[in-house]
């Protein structure tokens, strides 16, 4: 890459829009950002207080689900039907 | 297929159908929060009393069974996964084009940023939702939406809390892919709660 391609790639993630900004912020839940794109997010985030909360969002989301794993499989059946144990255990005499 | 023999010494150690009683409902359980569907939820369980069968193990205690049952059970669910993932359907592509295109700018000096009516809205005490059974139905309305291979990248990242690296080579996919597949499901997730939950909670 020459000086002005690295100039211009540079720039760009030092100045990201809102859709660049979303999806920095969501890579930036699974892995470490390059130094640049980390500068550029955070300079967004400075100035724009939409993207400050689709981050606040996405982690809650995230966060929700991991610690609340029984209510998110709700009360639906969650135990094996009587059909489904009797063909499991027949299934399972057939292959002894 | 071999008699019952009552001096056999195996009777005492893990009987399969033993397990069916004592681990079933618990497998189901987690079978059926990553696989969404009763029915593959049984039959995942099913194969995992089949692959424990053959493995033949036997265990002093009834939780390092159950911990031993369950690695068992997640094997299987990422197989299915894995064979999931290779089959893509026109709704996951509409998925994978959409991006909320209709809430940036289009083109012209903002191109890309949100258009403000519709940008990501305040969210006052987000965390009292989490109290609510409808809350959780709604969650589970919206990740039931998101197309299966992203839905299970989204379970085995944000729920089990593996790391990218675990999920990239359970499910073989680059990681790259992975990361666009996990910023659509939060992308849509968020999208879904905020119209069908937390903008009509005012």
């Given at each position: 890459m020459n000086f002005w391609q690295k100039l211009k790639s540079d720039g760009a993630a030092l100045l990201p829009n809102c859709r660049e900004a979303t999806r920095a912020q969501s890579e930036r839940l699974d892995r470490p950002l390059p130094r640049t794109t980390r500068i550029g997010l955070w300079l967004h985030l400075l100035l724009c207080r939409w993207c400050r909360r689709y981050g606040t969002q996405i982690r809650f989301l995230g966060r929700a689900a991991h610690d609340h794993q029984d209510e998110l499989a709700?009360?639906?059946?969650t135990t094996l039907s009587v059909e489904a144990r009797q063909r499991i255990k027949q299934r399972l005499h057939e292959e002894k | 297929m071999q008699a019952e023999n009552?001096?056999?010494?195996?009777?005492?150690?893990?009987d399969p159908e033993r397990w069916v009683d004592e681990h079933g409902d618990y497998l189901f359980k987690v079978a059926l929060l990553r696989l969404r569907d009763p029915q593959k939820a049984e039959d995942a369980v099913q194969e995992t009393f089949l692959a424990a069968l053959k493995g033949g193990k036997s265990f002093q205690g009834r939780s390092a069974e159950k911990s031993w049952l369950v690695g068992i059970l997640k094997n299987k669910i990422c197989d299915h996964y894995r064979k999931a993932s290779r089959e893509t359907t026109f709704t996951d592509l509409d998925f994978y084009t959409?991006?909320?295109?209709?809430?940036?700018?289009?083109?012209?000096?903002?191109?890309?940023?949100?258009i403000h009516e519709r940008g990501p809205q305040e969210w006052p005490?987000?965390?009292?939702?989490?109290?609510h059974a409808l809350f959780w139905k709604t969650y589970r309305e919206c990740a039931g939406k998101l197309p299966e291979k992203v839905a299970a990248v989204f379970n085995l990242r944000?729920?089990?809390?593996?790391d990218s690296k675990e999920v990239c080579a359970l499910l073989a996919i680059s990681e790259s892919n992975l990361w666009v597949m996990l910023h659509r499901a939060r992308m849509a997730l968020r999208r879904c709660l905020e119209t069908n939950w937390f903008g009509k909670q005012a």
């Open positions: 709700g009360a639906a059946p | 009552p001096s056999n010494p195996a009777t005492a150690l893990s959409d991006e909320e295109s209709d809430r940036f700018v289009a083109d012209g000096l903002g191109q890309g940023g949100w005490n987000a965390g009292e939702s989490l109290d944000e729920v089990d809390g593996l």
